[in-house]
């Protein structure tokens, strides 16, 4: 009889739930996974303006180093609009994100007006690297090669930054977002078109 009570639908799927909140918050991959479906579902949407902002501050400058060692500087971008993602492979939000990012890239990756910067904030390029690889996305990577100033990445990873062709911090968010949804593209595509 205590057989029957200990194995009874209400604890067996009590046991269940359990099991998936400890996952949740232990395994970052598993985490990341259920926030990408609820971006697929509406939520982690980036809150947008309902104009473009064309007069903000310049940039603070900083320099990049690709794979390959070549280093540049975000002055040097000026002229083209700048997707900047500051993000970690150990960071759940950020993991959730990288599919949604990786389709703006797809969308975008030929306009000769947009540069896309994925930036590792732990400066480990093969780690995130191979992590990039494993789950097939075609991002340009990066690390920084100066300080990481404040008025790009504050105190949140991820932190994804729009820089205009002036230079300007057009667009600023801190946190998961869907930035593969068409309303945002449509957003973005604004930044180019001026």
């Known amino acids: 009889m205590n057989l029957r009570r200990l194995f009874s639908l209400s604890n067996i799927t009590t046991g269940i739930m359990v099991l998936f909140l400890v996952l949740v918050l232990v395994n970052p991959s598993v985490k990341a996974g259920v926030m990408q479906g609820l971006m697929k579902v509406g939520l982690f949407q980036p809150a947008m303006p309902e104009e473009v902002n064309t007069e903000s501050e310049i940039a603070a400058d900083m320099s990049f180093t690709d ?25 759940p939000p950020c993991r959730a994100e990288m599919p949604s990012i990786n389709a703006l890239y797809e969308q975008f990756k ?19 690297n191979s992590f990039l690889k494993k789950h097939q996305y075609s991002l340009p990577l990066y690390v920084a090669d100066s300080q990481i100033p404040g008025d790009l990445l504050g105190r949140s990873i991820p932190t994804t930054v729009i820089i205009n062709k002036k230079g300007q911090i057009a667009y600023r968010h801190e946190g998961a977002a869907d930035y593969g949804n068409e309303k945002f593209m449509r957003y973005f595509q604004q930044y180019i078109s001026k």
């Open 67 to 91: 794979g390959e060692g070549k280093t540049f500087t975000l002055s040097s971008l000026r002229g083209k609009v700048v997707f900047l993602n500051f993000w970690a492979t150990w960071c």
């Open 110 to 128: 030929d306009n000769k007006n947009v540069i896309f910067l994925t930036v590792d904030t732990d400066g480990n390029y093969k780690k995130a």
